[in-house]
């Protein structure tokens, strides 16, 4: 079926460092997603996106993280700066409106040393 | 704010025995719940969901029923292969809003020959 592509899937990055987080949604879905997961814990809601626009973000989407699609290409999030906490997985979805089904990416491993 | 809740963390069974993992929910609204499954360094994959009251859904054997009285969505399956070892996770949304996904803890599935 068809798939949610993040890149790369695996980064580690010094402290105080940028970092992008590419998805690339599957490419008829307008709703994109992106979730927070700690050593195969809960799954955390960060933000989600529709129509070049945040539509909600939760206390975990700190001031330092920011979103954007530019021109219908990569899914992005980005850390400026980063910080240890940061070091989780983050997993990008998308789906066809926002009370459809999620199709999830495999995750891009963040490692924040 | 919404809240699901998985009571167990670590489920260990013999290959063929039944299995069911608890899932409750807190919300204001009528919502979504879902059962994602996750393999190791998988992405997240939808096994099942429902919005109608007391109707079974079933999906490659695992089957759950939404009980709005109890607020419960429990997963089951009558015989639990090795391939079923995984993580499970419970999620529910609003399909009014803004298609945020809220998720349990999960439960650590692990089949033994």
């Known amino acids: 079926g068809p798939k949610v592509l993040q890149i790369p899937s695996h980064q580690i990055i010094d402290m105080g460092q940028m970092v992008t987080l590419n998805c690339d949604p599957v490419?008829?879905?307008?709703?994109f997603y992106w979730y927070k997961q700690i050593l195969g814990q809960q799954m955390e809601f960060l933000v989600n996106?529709?129509?070049?626009?945040?539509?909600?973000k939760s206390k975990l989407f700190k001031d330092q993280f920011s979103v954007e699609r530019p021109d219908g290409s990569y899914f992005t999030l980005k850390i400026q700066p980063t910080a240890l906490e940061d070091s989780a997985v983050y997993f990008c979805?998308?789906?066809?409106?926002?009370?459809?089904?999620?199709?999830f990416g495999s995750g891009t491993r963040l490692l924040v040393i | 704010g919404d809240s699901v809740t998985q009571t167990e963390g670590l489920v260990t069974l013999t290959k063929g025995l039944p299995v069911m993992l608890n899932c409750t929910y807190q919300?204001?609204?009528?919502?979504?719940l879902f059962w994602y499954v996750q393999h190791l360094n998988e992405a997240p994959k939808l096994l099942l969901k429902?919005?109608?009251?007391?109707k079974r859904t079933e999906h490659q054997g695992f089957y759950a029923t939404l009980h709005k009285s109890s607020s419960s969505f429990h997963l089951q399956k009558s015989s639990v292969q090795l391939s079923d070892s995984a993580l499970y996770f419970c999620?529910?949304?609003?399909?009014?809003?803004?298609?945020?996904?809220?998720f349990g803890d999960g439960t650590v599935l692990t089949v033994k020959p």
């Open positions: 996106f529709y129509n070049g626009k945040v539509m909600e």
């Open positions: 999620a529910l949304s609003d399909p009014t809003n803004t298609g945020k996904l809220t």
């Open positions: 979805a998308s789906s066809t409106d926002r009370a459809s089904d999620y199709t």
């Open positions: 429902s919005s109608t009251d007391n």
């Open positions: 490419s008829n879905h307008l709703y």
């Open positions: 919300t204001t609204y009528s919502p979504f």
